[in-house]
């Protein structure tokens, strides 16, 4: 599957943004995977932010809980982030993945098996 993301930009501390997403692949295949948003910052790990289940069961690293929103258009094979309050510290590229395993609920890169080119959110102060 491919996945191409969009809406990354560069916005001032407390603007907001919206990702998305796109799979390239049938709507049934799209229905069974696990979706999730990474980031990765220069000189840092990438780390996961959110996941969502195929029937909508979200999942959320603490520090973007009540700020991000992940959610999915399976009839479009979209998934969204809806980042709101943004700081500086969220500042990095963000990549969209795709994940068959049950493990999806850890957010941990290994578990996720496909990637996409990532783009790239910057938050100034």
């Known amino acids: 599957v491919q996945l191409v993301e969009s809406g990354g930009g560069s916005v001032q501390s407390g603007g907001s943004l919206r990702l998305s997403c796109v799979a390239s692949?049938?709507?049934?295949?799209?229905?069974?995977?696990?979706m999730g948003w990474f980031r990765q910052a220069p000189g840092k790990e990438r780390e996961g932010v959110a996941a969502?289940?195929?029937?909508?069961?979200?999942r959320y690293r603490t520090s973007v809980k009540d700020r991000f929103t992940i959610s999915q258009d399976n009839a479009k094979n979209t998934l969204y982030l809806q980042m709101d309050t943004l700081t500086p510290e969220d500042t990095a590229m963000y990549y969209c993945?795709?994940?068959?395993?049950?493990?999806?609920?850890?957010?941990?890169?290994?578990?996720?098996?496909?990637w996409g080119q990532g783009t790239q959110v910057t938050v100034s102060s």
């Open positions: 692949t049938s709507r049934y295949t799209y229905s069974t995977y696990s």
């Open positions: 969502i289940r195929s029937d909508g069961y979200t």
């Open positions: 993945a795709a994940s068959t395993r049950s493990q999806w609920w850890y957010l941990l890169p290994q578990d996720f098996e496909y």
